[in-house]
């Protein structure tokens, strides 16, 4: 699988394009030739479900936004 990436900023497609739609440069993506593709198997992490009930409120610590009613909403 080919991989391109643009040479002024590091902007990276699968297909080459003529202008970097990160950076605004024309014709700087240089194919890059080592690339592989990850195996998304691999990195799998095995989560656990959590009964609701056993999840304590006062244990999660909360971000105010400084605007009481969305604060409220949010909880």
Known sequence: MAFFICSNC???SASW???CP???AWSS??????FQEK????ETI???TMSLDKIR???LRRLS???YEVDRVLG
């Open 10 to 12: 590091g902007y990276g």
């Open 65 to 67: 936004t400084n605007i």
């Open 29 to 34: 993506f240089k194919e890059k030739k080592d």
């Open 22 to 24: 990160n950076c605004a």
């Open 39 to 42: 195996n998304l198997e691999e």
């Open 57 to 59: 409120a006062d244990s």
């Open 17 to 19: 394009m003529g202008r």
């Open 46 to 48: 095995e989560l656990k």
